[in-house]
């Protein structure tokens, strides 16, 4: 290859480098100002130990009755031990980021810890130099007299009438910098909405400070200012909790002395209503099934229950399983409720949650499930 041949292949590949080079920058931009999709999102901070499951008990009701398969008692389950108090995430608080965004905090961690550390030994050497900067005149004076001499005794009235505001301004810290993400996420219309912010669908730096006050209300982590999944359940649920879950009357009032489980996949939360349509369970967070295997609506009611239950077809623990229709039931999920894309059928619940239903609910009790889940 000739002198001029190679010097075109040099100029052609550096114009390649530089056109990736702008595109790789033109992708990043693009990802702070559209939505990011939510198949793209990992957790902020990893989850804690799984949910524990309760002990087996006899009270497992009717076998399952389902079509074409054996009604045996299933062989497997599981028998874990009960919650304890260790220190751990709980998944439900635990919003979900763009991966990208994690190491960004991470990074802004790294730098506001250095410049803390630099600023404290800054202030220390800078305490050093005062106090070897100060007159020894006082120091060698016998503390005695000190104590006698009137001079002294005015110049400590006087210093003493300062201390406190001394104190107070030594006390004073400059507010400390936080990490506010430039991400939009893929719910900031409806959380703008909520908070009553400029709806836009697009992340500024006012949305990132209310949203993120909103989630450290709530003990959302990390508060960053995402408008993730988990934020914004955590805003339909705060509003039916205000409202009322069964305020458009959606969910019937079931018979005279009877209740009903209400399963609103619009909203994916789950309440338990009495005659008088008086809420005595919930409303609370479910995850309903995904594409494909959405959760079938209509009225049924629960003919089996298994407290620890493992997924013949999937082999996962399913804890606390009230069974409404075939193969799908409400259970605990030890992961969040707020994780996409959704289950395989399945109304999920936190652990908790499942386990107040389970205590709360008997065999033959009705359940009307309506509503499509929304697009994730």
């Not at 719910?187 to 697009?202: C, D, I, T």
């Not at 209310?210 to 990390?222: A, F």
Request: glycine fraction near 6%; include cysteine.
């Amino acid at each position: 290859m000739g002198t001029y041949a190679r010097s075109r292949v040099r100029l052609l590949t550096s114009a390649v480098t530089a056109l990736a080079a702008l595109g790789m920058h033109t992708t990043a931009a693009a990802d702070d100002e559209w939505p990011v999709p939510v198949d793209r999102l990992v957790p902020g901070v990893p989850f804690g130990p799984d949910a524990s499951r309760q002990v087996d008990t006899p009270d497992q009701g009717a076998l399952p009755r389902r079509i074409g398969t054996s009604t045996a008692e299933p062989t497997r389950s599981v028998v874990p031990t009960e919650d304890t108090e260790d220190d751990w995430v709980d998944p439900q608080l635990v919003e979900f980021v763009p991966a990208e965004d994690v190491e960004r905090a991470r990074t802004f961690e790294r730098e506001r810890a250095a410049e803390e550390k630099r600023a404290a030994e800054e202030e220390r050497a800078a305490e050093e130099k005062r106090a070897a900067d100060e007159d020894p005149y006082y120091a060698d004076e016998d503390p005695d007299n000190a104590d006698e001499d009137p001079y002294y005794a005015d110049e400590d009235r006087d210093n003493a009438d300062e201390a406190p505001d001394n104190a107070e301004e030594h006390r004073e810290n400059p507010e400390r910098r936080e990490y506010c993400t430039a991400f939009t996420g893929p719910y900031q219309r409806e959380v703008e909405k909520r908070l009553r912010l400029r709806v836009n669908g697009k992340q500024s730096e006012a949305d990132c400070a209310e949203i993120r006050h909103y989630q450290k209300s709530k003990g959302i982590v990390p508060a960053t200012g995402f408008a993730g999944p988990t934020t914004w359940g955590w805003l339909r649920l705060d509003e039916a909790t205000r409202k009322g879950p069964n305020a458009s009357r959606r969910c019937p009032a079931p018979a005279r002395g009877k209740r009903l489980v209400c399963i609103d996949l619009n909203r994916q939360l789950l309440w338990v209503q009495s005659s008088s349509t008086k809420v005595v369970f919930g409303p609370v967070a479910i995850r309903s099934g995904r594409k494909g295997y959405l959760t079938r609506t209509g009225y049924f009611t629960v003919y089996w229950r298994h407290k620890n239950h493992v997924s013949d077809i999937y082999d996962a623990p399913m804890p606390y399983s009230q069974f409404f229709s075939g193969g799908q039931a409400m259970h605990a999920t030890p992961g969040s409720v707020y994780k996409a894309p959704g289950s395989h059928g399945c109304v999920n619940l936190s652990n908790r949650n499942a386990r107040l239903l389970w205590n709360l609910l008997k065999l033959h009790e009705a359940v009307y499930v309506w509503g499509a889940k929304p697009a994730t």
